[in-house]
């Protein structure tokens, strides 16, 4: 066998993996739907979410993906027993795939847009101001170049591979976005109209919790755990054989949990703040304005209000969103490139480019048609298509895969399994509680 790339350590694979969950999903969708709504009770339906589906679901992408070694294709494939097995095993593979490279298209236009506004706090500093403003206006030219530059970051990172690329990457970059992300708390928490932020993040008022809350949380948990597509499943493939899964996957789970929960203590008291100060925080309709406005209006609005100070505030803001969508997109990347490397006699870097290039293909198709294709391509992956598969790959490991090669993976790096409760609740759990749950919360989205 030619040695497989892997992960050098457990705090490798911890950064990669926390690095794929944490991105714009916690900074900017869990603290953005949270305040749209109704605070504090959307976050303790989400932890729950977290806890008990997305969490199960996390386990079972990195279970299969370590046994199998290998992209979510041949995993599922090889977990597959018979003819027919196989073949939808084939379907659900290049499903999530494709999803995986969908997601990272739009994906990549945000993030450029991130490292746009990144730009400008420099160009602003010197006093570019016709270039600051074509930084920060929405154009076709200025979202093309921006989307270029973070693909080609994207694609530079992985084409460098598991080691020496994703995971050297994920551990300088993760530390650097805590820091950051502390620090921004400290000084907007320090600000006035901070507290009536808090109060409303932190203060729950159970009578909000309804059927639609209940589904955005779910799909929040899902998009953050980077769940559906095979993400989690390849990282896992990159997992030595002497480590404990169910920690692992615990600890991704709960730092993630905890990065969206400490973002949401920058970004609503930052929304309070930005009221304080006299913009515009509501639109005309009442609803908090949460969606790009937010992040490219509201905040900058705020920063701008803060005098010079603002301006590195906006530095290390920008930066931070950055970094976690870089962490993100590589996690992306990885899935269609593992296959196209492993399965066709292309290298990684050759993979990497064709691939990245046909990305990039559909994200300037989505720019072009910008107003028909941004938010169907949005909704067509991360509402519908993430659960959906979330489901499949709880009935692959919970139905179709032998009970007890299933049972001997997770044993495996933890010797004294048994007696845990996940030994004994997880496995059931897997087969019966999670898809049921997940198709019931789906279905009453759709019918509703
Ligand atoms: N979880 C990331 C976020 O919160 C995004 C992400 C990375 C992702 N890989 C994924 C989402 C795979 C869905 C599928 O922003």
Not at 73 to 89: D, E, F, H, M, W
Not at 202 to 215: E, K, R
Request: net charge negative.
């Amino acid at each position: 066998m030619s040695s497989r790339e892997q992960f050098s350590s457990k705090t490798g694979f911890v950064m990669a993996a926390a690095g794929s969950a944490i991105g714009l999903g916690n900074i900017w969708g869990f603290p953005t739907q949270t305040a749209s709504n109704g605070g504090a009770a959307f976050v303790v339906v989400y932890f729950s979410m977290a806890l008990f589906l997305a969490y199960p679901a996390l386990m079972a992408e990195l279970i299969i993906g370590r046994y199998a070694r290998a992209n979510m294709v041949t995993a599922l494939r090889l977990i597959s027993p018979g003819a027919a097995s196989k073949a939808i095993a084939t379907g659900v593979g290049f499903t999530g795939v494709i999803i995986a490279s969908l997601i990272l298209s739009f994906y990549a236009i945000v993030a450029g847009w991130m490292v746009a506004f990144l730009l400008e706090s420099i160009t602003s500093t010197i006093g570019l101001d016709s270039v600051s403003s074509w930084l920060t206006t929405f154009s076709f030219e200025r979202n093309m170049i921006f989307m270029a530059l973070f693909m080609t970051l994207t694609m530079s990172i992985v084409a460098s591979g598991v080691e020496g690329g994703i995971e050297k990457w994920s551990t300088r970059l993760m530390p650097m976005l805590i820091v950051i992300l502390i620090s921004l708390i400290i000084y907007v928490t320090t600000q006035e109209g901070a507290s009536e932020g808090l109060e409303i993040y932190l203060v729950p008022d159970f009578s909000q919790i309804n059927p639609a809350l209940i589904i955005d949380a779910m799909g929040q948990a899902f998009f953050s755990l980077s769940l559906g597509v095979g993400t989690m499943l390849i990282y896992g493939s990159y997992l030595g054989k002497d480590e404990s899964l169910p920690k692992l996957g615990a600890a991704v789970t709960l730092i993630d949990a905890s990065i969206a929960f400490t973002a949401g203590l920058l970004i609503i008291p930052a929304i309070y703040v930005a009221k304080y100060n006299g913009a515009e925080v509501f639109s005309d309709s009442g609803l908090l304005i949460a969606g790009p406005d937010l992040i490219f209006q509201v905040l900058p609005s705020l920063f701008s209000s803060m005098g010079s100070a603002g301006l590195l505030v906006a530095f290390a803001f920008f930066s931070l969103m950055t970094i976690a969508s870089l962490t993100s997109s590589i996690s992306m990347l990885e899935v269609p490139v593992a296959l196209a490397a492993e399965e066709t006699s292309s290298g990684r870097v050759k993979a990497t480019i064709v691939i990245g290039s046909i990305v990039f293909g559909i994200s300037s198709i989505i720019l072009v048609n910008f107003e028909l294709l941004f938010d169907f391509v949005i909704n067509l992956t991360t509402v519908y298509s993430q659960p959906l598969l979330g489901v499949m790959l709880c009935i692959f490991a919970g139905w179709v895969w032998h009970r007890n090669t299933l049972l001997k993976e997770i044993q495996s790096g933890h010797p004294d399994i048994e007696k845990s409760l996940f030994w004994k609740i997880w496995p059931h759990y897997v087969r019966f509680v999670c898809p049921v749950l997940i198709l019931a919360a789906f279905i009453q989205s759709v019918v509703a």
